[in-house]
């Protein structure tokens, strides 16, 4: 490759590049190099590396003067990425070096380093730190609670009545499912962002699913004539892992409680064509089923919808760990489905699942 085609090459590399020769004077540098570094090439063409980019460890102590390229031990080929500061200019940068020689143990005589803008760093690592506050503080509150009810029992057992052990008993039991739930949604959300979530789809009657999760409810304290039953006739099973459906359902019925209010009804009908255009091009050339599970609350507003599927989102409303939704869009996606939000027929809000009714070709 000639000088012209590799200076070719390097602008359209998204990292900053500026290769020094053997006595450290900078040889070459691109476009990015430049913004990163805040000069020109005008200026920085000749100019020592060691100066034009000032390296920095987080203690002040220079990188240049702690790897020393040209000397040392004549085996190193380069650093692996490590974020530095820019003393120049004050920027943080991850950055990579590769030390070139003409032949075996051959003192370097090219040292290439490639710049990356360190922001998208921070703003993860500004994610995880709020990860990690959500989880802490959603954990204390059930967790102090099992703990007080629970050392309160052991210490005046004789001295409370059976209803009330009962009471605190239960009290404890839903305070431990709701750690197992938060500690089930995290589960979740690092399979569904590392790609690692597996489902295992059977061919499901969604009538008969509808009614089991009726039945749970009204089993945990809600009324029967709160909800609605609407499946549509002649309608297919929906292809689905038996599991991962149950927790798509039971997190949208338990928003619909939480956020919406009046009746929550719970339908199934064939999808419309730009369902059924979303299901082909993943795989699915079967009739698609909708499944619809909306309240008669306040809804959601149009430029929130949006944002109900992201991470940690609560809208208006409190007493939830905001990854419900997030889990929820994994799932349906996980089987090559879509989910979106829109206006309920009787106002409110109303969650439209999308799923297909058969394998995909690629499994038949």
């Known amino acids: 490759?000639?000088?012209?085609?590799?200076?070719?090459?390097?602008?359209?590399?998204p990292d900053g590049l500026v290769a020094a020769d053997g006595d450290g004077k900078i040889l070459f540098l691109n476009r990015r190099a430049t913004r990163i570094l805040g000069r020109s090439r005008e200026e920085l063409i000749g100019a020592d590396i060691r100066e034009a980019v000032d390296l920095q460890d987080s203690d002040g102590t220079s990188w240049w003067v702690v790897t020393n390229p040209?000397?040392?031990?004549?085996?190193?080929?380069?650093h692996r990425e490590k974020l530095l500061m820019l003393r120049n200019n004050g920027r943080e940068v991850l950055v990579t070096a590769k030390y070139l020689r003409p032949g075996r143990n051959q003192p370097v005589n090219r040292?290439?380093?490639?710049?990356?803008?360190?922001?998208?760093r921070r703003r993860a690592e500004a994610e995880n730190a709020a990860v990690i506050s959500t989880v802490a503080h959603e954990l204390r509150s059930p967790l102090t609670s099992v703990k007080?009810?629970?050392?309160?029992?052991?210490?005046?057992?004789?001295?409370?009545?059976?209803?009330?052990?009962?009471?605190?008993?239960?009290?404890?039991?839903?305070?431990?499912?709701?750690?197992?739930?938060?500690?089930?949604?995290l589960l979740d959300v690092s399979r569904i962002?590392?790609?690692?979530?597996?489902?295992?789809?059977?061919?499901?009657?969604?009538?008969?699913v509808f009614h089991r999760h009726i039945e749970r409810a009204v089993a945990s304290g809600h009324e029967r004539d709160r909800f609605?039953?609407?499946?549509?006739?002649?309608?297919?099973?929906?292809?689905?892992?038996p599991d991962r459906l149950d927790q798509i359902l039971s997190n949208l019925i338990e928003n619909a409680f939480r956020h919406g209010e009046g009746v929550v009804t719970l339908s199934a009908q064939h999808?419309?064509?730009?369902?059924?255009?979303?299901?082909?091009?993943?795989?699915?050339?079967?009739?698609?089923?909708?499944?619809l599970i909306a309240d008669q609350g306040k809804g959601i507003a149009a430029d929130h919808r949006n944002l109900v599927f992201s991470r940690f989102w609560h809208g208006s409303g409190r007493g939830s760990t905001g990854l419900g939704l997030y889990v929820v869009k994994g799932l349906v996606e996980a089987h090559g489905g879509r989910v979106q939000v829109e206006d309920a027929t009787g106002g409110g809000a109303q969650f439209r699942i999308s799923l297909p009714s058969e394998a995909p070709d690629y499994l038949a």
């Open 1 to 13: 490759m000639d000088n012209e085609s590799a200076g070719l090459a390097a602008e359209l590399i």
């Open 70 to 78: 040209w000397g040392g031990l004549r085996i190193r080929t380069g």
């Open 111 to 120: 040292v290439n380093i490639l710049m990356r803008d360190a922001a998208y």
């Open 148 to 185: 007080g009810f629970s050392s309160t029992l052991l210490r005046r057992w004789d001295r409370f009545t059976d209803d009330q052990k009962r009471l605190m008993i239960e009290t404890i039991e839903a305070d431990a499912d709701r750690v197992t739930r938060l500690i089930t949604e």
């Open 193 to 208: 962002d590392s790609g690692r979530l597996q489902i295992r789809p059977l061919p499901i009657d969604v009538s008969a």
């Open 228 to 241: 609605s039953v609407e499946v549509a006739d002649e309608l297919p099973e929906v292809w689905a892992d």
């Open 271 to 291: 999808s419309d064509d730009g369902a059924q255009r979303v299901l082909e091009s993943k795989g699915h050339n079967a009739i698609g089923v909708d499944l």
